[in-house]
């Protein structure tokens, strides 16, 4: 395989589909009873020419994404993540979509170094991240869908 075959496979988009073995636990986390409906995601991945930041982009009720975001900073001032992962929100189309990123991933591109720093020295650390997110994220996620379950109400009597 020569250097710009391989630069071309790099750099090709998957389906939408298939979803990255890295990121895939924290996507099927979020995607539990189906209160929040993933459109893409990534697990990070080191390239020289275009390393790709590890994200998961969906859209939420925006109470739900607010607990998310709030729970995402308490992670942080606790330690539970080596990494400041932050909760944008933008329109896309007229809808609310959010992205779940780490901060200092979306600026590796900007140096080979840092990027390869990232990306293969410490990819442990951003897998150790995923899995924190995954179960934590998970949890707040099913006590949001509890919290808000609408009760179920039989059938009545009408005796008129």
């Given at each position: 395989?020569t250097?710009?075959?391989?630069i071309?496979?790099?750099?090709?988009?998957?389906?939408?589909?298939?979803?990255?073995?890295k990121?895939?636990?924290?996507?099927?986390a979020?995607s539990?009873?189906?209160?929040?409906q993933?459109?893409?995601?990534?697990?990070?991945?080191?390239?020289p020419?275009?390393p790709?930041?590890?994200y998961?982009?969906?859209?939420a009720?925006?109470?739900?994404?607010?607990?998310?975001?709030?729970?995402?900073?308490?992670?942080?001032?606790?330690?539970?993540l080596?990494?400041?992962?932050?909760?944008?929100?933008?329109f896309?189309?007229?809808?609310?979509?959010?992205s779940?990123?780490?901060?200092?991933?979306?600026?590796?591109a900007?140096t080979?170094?840092?990027?390869?720093w990232?990306?293969i020295?410490k990819?442990?650390a951003l897998?150790a991240?995923?899995?924190?997110?995954?179960n934590?994220?998970?949890k707040t996620?099913?006590t949001?869908?509890?919290?808000?379950?609408e009760?179920?109400?039989?059938?009545t009597n009408?005796?008129?």
């Amino acid at each position: 395989m020569t250097f710009f075959t391989m630069i071309t496979v790099m750099a090709q988009k998957q389906p939408y589909s298939w979803i990255e073995p890295k990121i895939k636990p924290l996507v099927e986390a979020m995607s539990q009873g189906e209160v929040i409906q993933t459109v893409a995601s990534c697990q990070g991945h080191y390239s020289p020419l275009f390393p790709k930041r590890p994200y998961v982009y969906f859209r939420a009720p925006i109470d739900l994404a607010s607990v998310i975001s709030k729970r995402l900073f308490e992670m942080s001032v606790d330690g539970k993540l080596n990494n400041s992962w932050v909760l944008t929100g933008h329109f896309a189309d007229g809808v609310l979509h959010f992205s779940l990123e780490a901060e200092n991933y979306t600026s590796a591109a900007d140096t080979f170094f840092l990027s390869a720093w990232l990306y293969i020295i410490k990819r442990k650390a951003l897998d150790a991240n995923l899995e924190v997110l995954t179960n934590d994220i998970g949890k707040t996620i099913s006590t949001y869908i509890r919290n808000n379950k609408e009760p179920k109400t039989g059938k009545t009597n009408d005796n008129h």
